[in-house]
């Protein structure tokens, strides 16, 4: 099951689609578990390019010039190795890229990677963040994963808990169910 995404920089929300054909250099970012790796795969393949790990990009022989980048988990990377992101760039850059699209956790992300990414590869990123599921995606997830279960019992329950806030992520919502 994979439910398209939405994305928003300050006030202005986008689908994949609006994203894709806007803005070709962005960095997206979300908390753990809330589907950036999903995300990725679909715009790789609206793209028609591959996902690649940060860590296997920053090590990677890349042939191809001209092309579109989709790198998950450059937080990952960026756990490892403070100059990280300029190894990372540094090698997007001598492909030429046609898009870069890099996930990474928000608490990675800042300022001087914005910087860097801008100084290596010539252009300002689009920093999007992932919307959070709403109650109707909720449900079909929820219904995806369970069988006959009642999403209104489901919530209350949640919520005696106080857990109601984690449903939105997508991974604590499966887990609950």
């Known amino acids: 099951l994979y439910l398209p995404r939405r994305l928003f920089n300050n006030d202005k929300i986008y689908t994949e689609e609006e994203l894709i054909s806007v803005f070709p ?3 997206i970012l979300a908390e753990p578990g809330a ?3 999903e995300l990725m795969g679909s715009l790789a393949q609206k793209l028609s390019a591959t996902v690649v790990t940060a860590s296997k990009f920053r090590y990677r022989e890349v042939r191809e010039k001209n092309i579109p980048l989709v790198i998950d988990a450059f ?3 960026a756990k490892l190795d403070n100059a990280a992101i300029y190894h990372l760039l540094g090698k997007a850059e001598s492909t ?3 898009h870069v699209y890099l996930s990474s956790r928000s608490s990675e992300w800042g300022a001087a990677a914005t910087n860097a990414f ?3 590869l010539g252009h300002t990123p689009l920093i999007a963040r992932l919307c959070e599921f709403d109650v109707e995606e909720q449900k079909i997830i929820f219904e995806h994963h369970t069988s006959g279960e009642d999403f209104g019992l489901f919530q209350e329950e949640v919520s005696r808990f106080s857990l109601d806030a984690l449903l939105p992520n997508p991974q604590f ?3 609950f169910s």
């Open 75 to 77: 937080d990952e990377l």
């Open 35 to 37: 589907g950036k790796t």
């Open 25 to 27: 250099y962005v960095v």
């Open 118 to 120: 801008k100084d290596l």
């Open 96 to 98: 030429n890229p046609t």
């Open 173 to 175: 919502l499966k887990l």
